[in-house]
């Protein structure tokens, strides 16, 4: 929320600078993100009145004007803004001016006139960005004065990111009350006091949803003058809050909303039909809003009705049928409190989020709506005239929210912020907090004013307690606690170890939402159905994930898109299945990669990453655990992987993950720029370690072969490893593949693997002759099962 400091030392000035008072709203909880000012800098900027308004002899474009700037003899100056004419005040840049920017005015010739100054438009001036002509000025300014004091530019915008339970700080009022706290200042409140009525006409309210809104409250106000114009002073404050100017009537909703914190609206009185009914929608209705766009409502949505259908989304946005235009004379404004649980989430269910929404959600004053009515009436008559009539309030009493009385412990204080306030301390706190306190034996009753809606339990009091205190007067103590230190197990691997291996091989660790986009979900993991999150924070963030690749895929695009060709990102994470016994979650880690398989460089050539170097890749993860041998790879087909590039990976049998390329129609779908290669692992069976255990070593040689088997193309490797080992025997102490040949001297459609076997005994030295019997028995076992023959 962005405040006029200005505005905002009208309610209560303390005798600190800028600096200390945005120091001490953040140190209160009320955290303040930037402090700018109003207006660009800019000197010798003076209210001028255009005398008079010649065309220029030489350009069709520009007006030879005579200005009044207060010098005495008027100034000649050429300008090329659209809307001066004769009469009109605007703001004028003498000679010797500098505008924002440095920009310096002197005296000059446009096409051969003399121009002894400037008209300034106000983003000249760096007071918005409107460039459509002069910024006008009142009528009764005098001309000469100094645009700076005249406007009150010497002021800055202080923007405040509150936290949703400090709704009563979403105003002027509101943060002025705590500003007033703080330094013991003196509080200045607009007065709010009735303002009689001068009619007897009322416009008829009844409430059939007392659970969503417990209070309406309405006033007619008859023969308004269209032709008003909102002051000045006003439109600068909308201006600085970030509102600009719609017409007197919406700046006086907007500035009460601003000011007090309760949200308005007015309807044009003549486009209402019969009375105002609060109530829920009824299925097929819709609504033309005030944005321009026409929703259908949904059920359970809270409307404001008259007898011929909805006017307005409640606590949302009014519609655009019964809102007030340039014609309007006659008015019904309205002022209501809604229940900040009921009206929490509806407007982001049309996509909507707005000033009144924001403020409902997080809670209004339930007392405000009629002193909210007669602060708006005294705006309106005296910008535009009329005639009020009494103020109508309609109360559902049972449904009003009501302050608890909380019970507040010295005892509980002191624990909790670690110090001794005196009572009196403690209860001049509260009751410049606006609470009602009531001192008992062990402490007090406080009661909290209606306003503050996060005041709800003890540990709320504290807090505000140590708010005004100052966090950074608390004692620094440490705790007090015994630590126990957790056993960890050695048949676990910690997961920085395995980050580690993947950091090492060229991994950057990334973090994305647990919630991911439907399209990516879809594409990548369309076997599981994903849990749809029913307040979703965008449209594209509205499931949860089944999988770790949705959100890396789109981590790994929105590099790719960002000038970064390769990519190689890692992530461990939780994914959601939803099951008949509800969501399940387990732990995963996954990856992706795309781009060239290695960096740029001088010494070798470069090529594009494959599915071997993802899998070297997976393999030094696994092997990790010590137990490399218990992984194996196998092809299966996964609907979101290439089927020719894509393995199942079991670990002593049971499957715990997925390696390939992703599809080329699911690449091309997402709009991917590329191959790009993806594992996932379940992390529990990928962390398994094997404990470390004594094994004896043989003191007798041992003897290496290698064996050179030609097979059939199409038959994989690791199914041919397994046969060797199984048929070894006991004397095998180590395998592996050391070569793979395809050529001349091998058949069309066939391959040659070489292998490398050390074998060994533990009782005496092998001889020739048992060699060779074990390298008979393995080459006749893999011919046998794969039609395997000893490569000559």
Same mark, same amino acid.
């Given at each position: ?5 200005q ?8 005798a600190v600078s800028?600096?200390?008072l945005v120091?001490?709203?953040t140190?209160?909880g009320l955290?303040?993100?930037?402090v700018t000012? !109003? *207006? /660009? =800098?800019?000197?010798g +900027?003076? #209210?001028g009145?255009v ?6 002899p ?5 007006r030879?004007?005579?200005?009044d700037a207060?010098s ?5 100056i050429?300008c090329?803004a659209?809307?001066?004419?004769t009469g009109?005040?605007a703001?004028v840049a003498?000679?010797g ?7 310096k005015?002197?005296k000059s ?9 400037m ?6 001036l760096g007071?918005?960005e ?14 000469g004065?100094?645009?700076r ?9 202080i923007?405040v990111?509150?936290?949703p ?6 105003? !002027? *009022? /509101? =943060?002025?009350?705590? +500003?007033? #706290?703080?330094n013991?200042?003196?509080l200045t409140p607009v007065a ?7 009619s ?7 409430i059939?949803?007392?659970?969503d ?5 309405g ?8 032709r008003?114009a909102?002051?000045l002073?006003m439109?600068e404050?909308l201006?600085?809050a970030g ?8 700046d006086?909703?907007?500035?009460v909303?601003?000011?007090l914190?309760?949200p308005m ?5 003549g ?7 609060v ?9 033309a809003l005030?944005n321009?766009t026409?929703?259908e409502l949904q059920p359970?949505?809270l409307?404001?009705?008259?007898h011929a259908?909805p ?6 946005m009014g519609?655009e049928?019964s809102?007030?235009t340039?014609?309007?004379v006659d008015?019904?404004l309205?002022s209501?409190?809604?229940a900040?649980?009921?009206?929490a989430g509806?407007?982001r ?5 707005t000033d009144?929404s ?13 002193p909210?009515?007669?602060?708006a009436t005294?705006l ?5 005239g009329g005639?009020?009539g009494?103020?109508i309030e309609?109360v559902?009493?049972?449904e009003?929210?009501?302050a ?8 509980r204080?002191r624990r909790l ?8 301390v ?6 410049r ?7 008992v034996?062990d402490?007090?009753?406080v009661?909290?004013p209606s306003?503050r ?6 540990a709320?009091?504290i807090?505000?307690?140590g708010?005004?205190?100052g966090y950074?007067?608390?004692p620094?103590?440490?705790p007090?606690?015994r630590?126990?230190i ?13 980050r580690s291996?993947l ?9 994305t939402y ?5 399209v990516?979900q879809s594409?990548l ?13 965008s449209?594209d ?5 089944t999988?770790?690749w949705?959100g890396l895929v789109?981590a ?5 898109k ?6 190689r990102?890692f992530?461990?994470?939780l994914?959601?299945l939803?099951?008949d016994?509800g ?5 995963r880690i996954?990856g992706v990669?795309c781009g060239?398989?290695l ?5 070798l050539?470069?090529?594009a990453v494959?599915?071997?170097d993802?899998k070297?890749d ?8 010590g137990?490399?041998g ?8 996964h609907?979101?992987l290439?089927p020719?590039?894509?393995?199942r990976?079991l670990?002593d049998?049971v499957?715990?993950?997925w390696?390939?390329?992703v599809?080329?129609a ?6 991917l720029g590329?191959?790009?290669y993806a594992?996932e ?6 962390a398994r ?5 004594y094994s004896e070593l043989?003191k007798?040689?041992a ?7 030609v ?9 041919v490893?397994?046969c060797l080992?199984?048929?070894?025997g006991e004397w095998?102490?180590?395998s592996?593949?050391f ?10 459609n066939?391959?040659s693997l070489a ?12 001889a020739d002759?048992d060699v060779d019997?074990?390298?008979s028995?393995?080459?006749?076992g893999?011919h046998e ?6 490569r000559v």
């Amino acid at each position: 929320m962005k405040i006029s400091e200005q505005w905002l030392r009208e309610w209560t000035n303390p005798a600190v600078s800028t600096d200390e008072l945005v120091a001490q709203l953040t140190m209160a909880g009320l955290e303040v993100d930037a402090v700018t000012p !109003v *207006a /660009g =800098v800019f000197s010798g +900027v003076v #209210v001028g009145h255009v005398l008079d308004v010649q065309p220029h002899p030489d350009a069709d474009k520009l007006r030879v004007c005579r200005v009044d700037a207060g010098s005495g003899a008027p100034l000649q100056i050429v300008c090329g803004a659209p809307n001066v004419h004769t009469g009109m005040r605007a703001p004028v840049a003498t000679i010797g001016a500098v505008l924002p920017g440095d920009f310096k005015i002197r005296k000059s010739k446009l096409r051969g006139v003399e121009s002894f100054g400037m008209l300034c438009s106000a983003r000249e001036l760096g007071l918005s960005e409107d460039h459509g002509g002069l910024m006008p000025l009142p009528a009764e300014a005098v001309p000469g004065t100094d645009l700076r004091a005249y406007l009150g530019l010497d002021d800055r915008v202080i923007e405040v990111d509150l936290t949703p339970n400090r709704g009563d700080c979403l105003s !002027v *009022a /509101g =943060v002025a009350r705590e +500003v007033a #706290v703080l330094n013991g200042s003196a509080l200045t409140p607009v007065a709010c006091t009735p303002v009689p009525a001068a009619s007897e006409e009322v416009f008829p309210v009844r409430i059939e949803a007392g659970a969503d809104c417990p209070r309406y409250a309405g006033r007619v106000i008859r023969g308004v003058d269209p032709r008003a114009a909102t002051p000045l002073w006003m439109t600068e404050r909308l201006r600085r809050a970030g509102l600009r100017s719609l017409g007197p009537l919406v700046d006086v909703t907007n500035y009460v909303l601003l000011e007090l914190g309760q949200p308005m609206h007015a309807f044009d009185l003549g486009r209402l039909d019969g009375g105002i009914v609060v109530r829920k929608a009824v299925a097929g209705e819709t609504l033309a809003l005030l944005n321009g766009t026409r929703i259908e409502l949904q059920p359970e949505s809270l409307v404001i009705a008259d007898h011929a259908g909805p006017v307005a989304l409640a606590g949302i946005m009014g519609g655009e049928p019964s809102s007030c235009t340039d014609a309007t004379v006659d008015v019904f404004l309205e002022s209501a409190f809604f229940a900040p649980q009921r009206i929490a989430g509806r407007a982001r269910r049309y996509g909507l989020h707005t000033d009144s929404s924001h403020r409902f959600e997080r809670g209004v004053d339930p007392a405000l709506q009629v002193p909210a009515i007669e602060r708006a009436t005294k705006l309106i008559l005296e910008l535009c005239g009329g005639t009020p009539g009494p103020v109508i309030e309609v109360v559902d009493d049972e449904e009003l929210p009501v302050a608890p009385a909380i019970r507040l412990r010295r005892a509980r204080i002191r624990r909790l912020l670690g110090l001794e306030l005196d009572d009196a301390v403690i209860t001049g706190m509260l009751q410049r907090l606006g609470m009602q306190v009531l001192a008992v034996e062990d402490g007090w009753h406080v009661t909290p004013p209606s306003f503050r809606f996060d005041m709800a339990i003890e540990a709320d009091l504290i807090e505000d307690l140590g708010r005004i205190h100052g966090y950074n007067r608390l004692p620094t103590n440490r705790p007090l606690s015994r630590f126990a230190i957790g056993a960890i197990p050695e048949s676990r691997l910690p997961l920085d170890r395995l980050r580690s291996v993947l950091v090492d091989r060229g991994y950057q660790e990334a973090i994305t939402y647990s919630f991911v986009d439907p399209v990516f979900q879809s594409a990548l993991d369309p076997q599981h159905v994903p849990v749809a999150l029913a307040n979703p924070i965008s449209a594209d963030l509205a499931v949860m994930r089944t999988s770790l690749w949705p959100g890396l895929v789109k981590a790994l695009e929105y590099n790719r898109k960002r000038q970064q060709p390769r990519v190689r990102l890692f992530e461990t994470g939780l994914r959601f299945l939803a099951t008949d016994a509800g969501m399940v979650q387990d732990s995963r880690i996954g990856g992706v990669v795309c781009g060239e398989a290695l960096a740029e460089q001088w010494g070798l050539p470069a090529r594009a990453v494959d599915f071997f170097d993802l899998k070297g890749d997976v393999e030094a993860l696994l092997a990790t655990s010590g137990e490399p041998g218990t992984v194996r790879f196998t092809a299966a087909e996964h609907p979101a992987l290439h089927p020719g590039q894509s393995a199942r990976i079991l670990r002593d049998g049971v499957a715990i993950g997925w390696i390939g390329l992703v599809h080329p129609a699911i690449e091309k779908q997402l709009d991917l720029g590329g191959r790009v290669y993806a594992f996932e692992l379940d992390l529990t069976a990928t962390a398994r370690a094997r404990v470390p255990a004594y094994s004896e070593l043989s003191k007798f040689p041992a003897i290496r072969r290698d064996l050179a088997v030609v097979v059939a193309e199409d038959v994989p490797a690791g199914k041919v490893h397994a046969c060797l080992r199984a048929r070894a025997g006991e004397w095998l102490r180590e395998s592996w593949l050391f070569d793979v040949y395809r050529g001349k001297g091998i058949d069309e459609n066939h391959k040659s693997l070489a292998f490398g076997l050390i074998l060994q005994d533990f009782s005496r030295t092998l001889a020739d002759a048992d060699v060779d019997s074990v390298l008979s028995g393995i080459i006749a076992g893999l011919h046998e099962e794969f039609g395997a023959t000893l490569r000559v």
